[in-house]
Structure formats: C-alpha cells, structure tokens
C-alpha cells in the first residue's frame, strides 16, 4: 500500500513562511494526483491545493493563490507545500493525500502535519 508522511508543521508569526513535505513509500504511479488538505477547528476538511505527477498541473483553492505553491519531485517522490506570507486564518492540521487519475476519491493519505500561524 501507499503510505504518505508529512513533514514541516510548526509554529509560524503571521507573514512568515512554512515548508511542508509529503513523503511517499510503498505503491506508488505517475498517474496519481497528490493534494493538500486541511482542517481548521470546528471546520470541514479542504482542498488547499493539488498537483498532477505527471504534468504538474496544480490547482490552488482562491484563499492560497498567490501564497502557497505546491510542487512535486518526481525523484524524491515528494509533494511539498511552500506557504508563504502565512496569515492566521491558515491555523489548520495539513494532510497530504493521493488518488489516481479518474479516481474522484483520494485513496490514500497522511497523518497531518499541524501548522498554527499567530498573530
């Protein structure tokens, strides 16, 4: 099975940046979509962004555009999530997580990761 473990959660001022990485082991393809979620406190569970193995093609929800950029490396077999000009309101446990293509369920996922951004 696919196992996926985040990385780079931590304490951040608000306007300063984070780095999280999503590492994965076991049964992996290039056709697979990898995605960032979170879940704030007493909120649902988002997309924040998606990227594509084999294309790169990224989505970014409209609350991030602009701040975070999500990448993949295909040698590493990473997803990682640069978030910059962090505000508070990105308090949230980030998950990674990862489907194959024509799947709309994403099948496998992390533990997550918590990021808290202060004022």
């Known amino acids: 099975q696919v196992q996926l473990v985040e990385s780079g959660g931590g304490l951040e001022q608000a306007g300063g940046s984070l780095r999280l990485s999503c590492a994965a082991s076991?049964?992996?393809?290039?056709?697979?979509?990898g995605g960032w979620f979170r879940q704030g406190p007493g909120k649902e569970r988002e997309v924040v962004a998606a990227?594509?193995?084999?294309?790169?093609?990224?989505y970014y929800a409209d609350s991030v555009k602009g701040r975070f950029a999500i990448s993949r490396d295909n040698a590493l077999n990473t997803v990682d999530l640069q978030m910059n000009s962090l505000k508070p309101e990105d308090t949230a446990v980030y998950y990674c997580?990862?489907?194959?293509?024509?799947?709309?369920?994403?099948?496998?996922w992390g533990q997550g990761t918590q990021v808290t951004v202060s004022s």
């Open positions: 076991g049964r992996t393809f290039s056709s697979w979509t």
């Open positions: 990227i594509t193995w084999s294309s790169g093609s990224t």
């Open positions: 997580a990862a489907r194959r293509a024509g799947r709309a369920k994403y099948e496998h």
